[in-house]
C-alpha cells in the first residue's frame, strides 16, 4: 500500500487530485510535468474558494468555541 492508503504514491495522488480539481483530466496530463508549485497552490485556492472550505472551517471553529464555552 502507498502512503494514502492505497496503491498510488504522492505523485500520483496529485495528479489525482489536480484532475478532479479542475475538472479536466487532460488538461492536467498535457501540463503535470511543466505544473510548478506556484501553479499548484493558485489551483488550491481556487478550489478552496469555489468550494467554501475557508468559510466551512471558520463555522467549525466558531461551534467548536459555542460548545466548549457552554460546558
Do not use: S
Request: net charge negative; charged share 40%; glycine share 4%.
Amino acid at each position: 500500500a502507498g502512503a494514502f492508503g492505497d496503491e498510488r504514491d504522492g505523485d500520483k495522488a496529485l495528479m489525482d487530485w489536480l484532475i478532479a480539481a479542475t475538472d479536466n483530466e487532460e488538461l492536467i496530463l498535457a501540463n503535470y510535468d511543466e505544473m510548478d508549485t506556484a501553479t499548484i497552490e493558485k489551483i488550491l485556492t481556487i478550489f478552496r474558494r469555489v468550494n467554501k472550505i475557508d468559510e466551512k472551517e471558520e463555522k467549525l471553529k466558531n461551534m467548536e468555541r459555542t460548545r466548549k464555552a457552554a460546558v
